[in-house]
């Protein structure tokens, strides 16, 4: 069963309309909400719940730019509970089609505003880091400085690694980091993004390394919502750990090998 935070606007006020066409009671003021039986818990929870998912909405409609009237959104609501509708049905069907595709032209405007931004801002990163006592650039054009050097082993892309690493975007934003969930990842270092797998091989274990990795060997043009497209990205990794991949058997290796002709 879909998830009420999950509907589209438009699916929400079609699931809305056609389940409210019986006539009921406007809810007491919230200052007089009671909620000891299960009942009542049940029926504010579904109110909250899609208050709560309209709440978004509204936030995310504002932040692009369009006004939105909070009571208008209450009248209609309770006046949709009540079945004593100002527009038809076509017609809110209409409106609200025509809202959503208002939304989603202002949302791929803003994403491509972000990316061109992006695409700048890190090439302007790029090239004075590059230029920074200390950074080395690889050939593929990762580009990393040792913070603490270490003495252990070095991985090969198969290896599993445990690493501490703060993700960080050009301007500092944090979006990710084991350090703030206070737990190691591990992960085999063939899994992840380019430029850890080339960069982290790069590391004895105990090293502490930063790294900043071009977005063509990161998230490229993808925009992962808390990653715009083209953005460069800032690492802070230490390297704890080596699991070893499992050498291959010698039936593996026949096989292996077989393919390989």
Avoid at 153 to 168: L, Q
């Amino acid at each position: 069963m879909k998830s009420i935070y999950k509907l589209s606007l438009v699916a929400l006020a079609v699931v809305g309309l056609s389940a409210c066409n019986q006539e009921q009671k406007t809810t007491e003021a919230a200052a007089n909400v009671e909620l000891k039986t299960e009942a009542q818990k049940e029926a504010y929870s579904v109110g909250a719940s899609i208050g709560k998912y309209m709440s978004g909405h509204i936030k995310e409609q504002e932040e692009l730019g369009m006004a939105v009237d909070r009571n208008l959104i209450i009248s209609g609501f309770s006046n949709g509970l009540n079945d004593e509708l100002k527009l038809t049905e076509e017609e809110m069907q209409t409106v609200l089609q025509g809202l959503d595709e208002k939304l989603n032209e202002k949302r791929q405007a803003q994403a491509t505003a972000l990316a061109e931004k992006a695409l700048a801002d890190s090439s302007a990163f790029l090239e004075a880091n590059k230029a920074k006592e200390g950074v080395v650039t690889t050939e593929s054009g990762l580009q990393y400085e040792v913070l603490t050097p270490g003495t252990g082993d070095k991985p090969v892309a198969e290896d599993t690694v445990e690493v501490h690493y703060v993700g960080t975007l050009t301007d500092g934003t944090e979006f990710d980091s084991s350090v703030a969930r206070g737990e190691p990842a591990k992960f085999p270092l063939n899994r992840v993004i380019p430029g850890w797998t080339e960069g982290v091989q790069l590391m004895p274990v105990g090293a502490k390394y930063k790294f900043v990795i071009p977005a063509e060997l990161a998230y490229g043009d993808r925009d992962t919502g808390t990653i715009p497209a083209n953005s460069t990205l800032v690492f802070e990794v230490e390297l704890l750990s080596i699991e070893k991949a499992a050498a291959p058997t010698a039936e593996a290796e026949t096989a292996d090998h077989g393919h390989a002709h």
